[in-house]
């Protein structure tokens, strides 16, 4: 097979691959998120996009400061710098 050639994905394969539903997935088409082509009734993506799609979405260290709460006073940050 040569590199250049078109692997193609279902909706099913592609949802399994990104991890998530068909539902999902197609709210990612839907909104422009995720390229898709539809030929005939069936709807088809591009392995390669959708790797592209998935390395897209890769969070950046630090950006998730806002999911948990700061450290307060006597806030136990788990580390191993008790005194005895």
């Given at each position: ?24 997935l197609y709210r990612f ?56």
């Amino acid at each position: 097979m040569e590199d250049d050639e078109i692997r193609w994905l279902s909706t099913a394969d592609a949802a399994k691959r990104v991890g998530i539903t068909p539902r999902t997935l197609y709210r990612f088409i839907d909104n422009g998120d995720l390229p898709a082509y539809r030929f005939g009734r069936v709807i088809r993506l591009k392995e390669s996009e959708v790797d592209a799609f998935i390395e897209s979405c890769r969070i950046e260290p630090g950006s998730l400061e806002h999911l948990y709460p700061e450290a307060g006073p006597g806030a136990d940050d788990g580390g191993d710098d008790e005194t005895a």
